[in-house]
C-alpha cells in the first residue's frame, strides 16, 4: 500500500489564483480529512469527509472547498488564493469501525506559499 | 467545547535525562486523546492514545503517557531520552464520533543535547 499521498509536495501562487491540493489513499478508508499546520498554531482541521458523497467543515473552513466523489479521493480547493493560506496541509485518512482501534494516518503534506 | 493545552513550546533535555511533555485538556465528555510525533518535514506519526480502557499508555520508542482524569492531564514520558526523540510534539483530543476530527495542541519542540 501506498498510503495517503499527497500532491504537489510544494507550490507557489500568487493572490487570486486557484488550486487543487490532491490526496489519495489506498487502504478503503471511509473517513478522510485536511489540516493546515501554521508555527506555533498546531494543526487544524479543515474539512472532513465520512465517505463519498458526504464532506463537513471543521474549525477553518473558509476560502476552501471539498469534494468526495470516490473514496480514495479528497481534493482540496483554493478558490481565490491569499497570503493567509500559506501553510503546510496535510490530508489524512482513518481506519473505521470500533473508535478503540482507529489510526489515523497522514499524507507527506504539501507547502503552498501564497505571494 | 474541547480544547488541549501544552505547557511549554520548547523543552531541552540532555541525552538520557527524563522526557517529560505536558498536555491538558477540556472536554465536557470522556474524551480520547492522542499524542504524535512529526519529524522535521514530514507527517505526523502516532505515538499513543487514550480510549478509556487502561490510564496508563504505552507508545512506541519507549514512551508512555498516563491519563488523570482529576488533573485532566495526558503527560507524555519517556525515561531515558535519545538524540532520536529529537522532534516536535502534538497532544491531541478527538470530539465527534471518530479519530479524524482532531483538535490538536500547539505543539512542543523537543531538543536533546548530547
Known amino acids: 500500500n501506498a498510503g495517503v499521498t499527497q500532491t504537489p509536495k510544494f507550490q507557489v501562487l500568487k493572490t487570486g489564483q486557484s488550486m487543487t491540493l490532491q490526496c489519495a489513499q489506498d487502504?478503503?478508508?471511509?473517513?478522510m480529512s485536511w489540516y493546515r499546520q501554521d508555527p506555533g498554531m498546531g494543526l487544524r482541521l479543515i474539512h472532513y469527509?465520512?465517505?463519498?458523497?458526504?464532506?463537513d467543515q471543521g474549525e477553518v473552513p473558509n476560502g476552501y472547498n471539498v469534494s468526495r466523489s470516490t473514496t480514495e479521493d479528497f481534493p482540496l480547493r483554493l478558490l481565490s488564493a491569499a497570503p493567509s493560506q500559506t501553510s503546510v496541509y496535510f490530508c489524512?485518512?482513518?481506519?473505521?469501525?470500533?473508535?478503540?482501534?482507529?489510526?489515523?494516518?497522514f499524507g507527506p503534506g504539501t507547502r503552498l506559499l501564497v505571494l | 467545547a474541547q480544547s488541549v493545552t501544552q505547557l511549554g513550546s520548547h523543552v531541552s533535555v540532555s541525552e538520557g535525562a527524563l522526557v517529560l511533555l505536558r498536555c491538558n485538556y477540556s472536554?465536557?465528555?470522556?474524551?480520547?486523546l492522542f499524542w504524535y510525533v512529526q519529524y522535521p518535514n514530514q507527517g505526523l506519526q502516532l505515538l499513543l492514545k487514550?480510549?478509556?480502557?487502561?490510564?496508563l499508555v504505552k507508545g512506541i520508542n519507549g514512551f508512555e503517557a498516563e491519563f488523570k482524569k482529576s488533573e485532566t492531564s495526558f503527560h507524555l514520558t519517556k525515561p531515558s531520552a535519545h538524540m532520536s526523540d529529537a522532534a516536535e510534539y502534538f497532544c491531541?483530543?478527538?470530539?465527534?464520533?471518530?479519530?479524524?476530527?482532531?483538535?490538536f495542541g500547539k505543539g512542543t519542540k523537543l531538543s536533546v543535547k548530547p
Open positions: 489524512a485518512s482513518t481506519t473505521g469501525g470500533d473508535r478503540t482501534q482507529e489510526t489515523q494516518y
Open positions: 491531541a483530543v478527538s470530539y465527534g464520533g471518530s479519530q479524524g476530527n482532531l483538535i
Open positions: 487514550y480510549t478509556s480502557a487502561a490510564t
Open positions: 487502504m478503503n478508508h471511509e473517513y
Open positions: 472536554s465536557s465528555v470522556p474524551p480520547y
Open positions: 469527509s465520512v465517505g463519498a458523497g458526504i464532506t
